[in-house]
């Protein structure tokens, strides 16, 4: 468990994440970070929820229509 603080950021309010948070999420100044509610709290994470399902669903009719996407690539 890290303890982080909110603080004030610009005019903006804000935590800062511990250099060795940021190491272990994988990302860097700049990049987003999502925060999702789940039933014992709030989830940070580097991946989009929405855009994972999406990828879902692609890899799904991607698998689906195999033959149909081989064909369109000819």
């Given at each position: 468990?890290?303890?982080?603080?909110?603080?004030?950021?610009?005019?903006?309010?804000?935590?800062?994440?511990?250099?060795?948070?940021?190491?272990?999420?994988?990302?860097?100044?700049?990049?987003?970070?999502?925060?999702t509610e789940s039933p014992d709290?709030?989830?940070?994470?580097?991946?989009?929820?929405?855009?994972?399902?999406?990828?879902?669903?692609?890899?799904k009719v991607m698998r689906e229509?195999?033959?149909?996407?081989?064909?369109?690539?000819?």
């Open positions: 468990m890290v303890k982080v603080k909110v603080t004030t950021v610009g005019s903006s309010t804000g935590i800062v994440l511990p250099k060795e948070v940021l190491t272990r999420l994988k990302v860097v100044k700049g990049d987003s970070l999502f925060l709290g709030f989830r940070i994470t580097p991946f989009d929820p929405e855009f994972e399902r999406q990828m879902g669903l692609a890899r229509r195999r033959d149909v996407l081989r064909e369109l690539a000819k």
